[in-house]
């Protein structure tokens, strides 16, 4: 599949000079940013290149440890089903966690459970 990184670069751009961060808090789910990424990276989709993602960890005001999250039934030890998230079935994928600028996030749509949160957040500190 092509990618197209000129127009994601275009819209980088635009996201990277919004001059206020995003209030967020752990267990928030929004849509992020996430852009065209290289090979097995996971890409947002859309015009805007969205992904829903759930806030593991504040780091600062800007920045913050993320979760992308998929919509994808595919099984496996990484994938943590999280429930219904815009109006899907969804699961985190471990692999994919990364540090994001909050610049990125576009609009908060959720929030997890604690319960449904705490099981995220065991199964990462097992995966690390």
Known sequence: MQKDFDRWNESKKIIHSVKTNKVYHERHIWWCSLGVNIGFEQDGSG????????????LSLQTCLIVPLTSSNQKH???IPVGLIAEKEASAILS???VV?????????GFLTPEIFEQVRKAVRDFL
């Open 96 to 98: 994919q966690i990364r």
């Open 101 to 109: 600028d909050t610049k990125r996030f576009v609009e908060k749509i």
């Open 77 to 79: 030890k990484l994938r």
């Open 47 to 58: 015009l805007d290149y969205l992904r829903p993602v759930l806030i593991l960890k504040g």
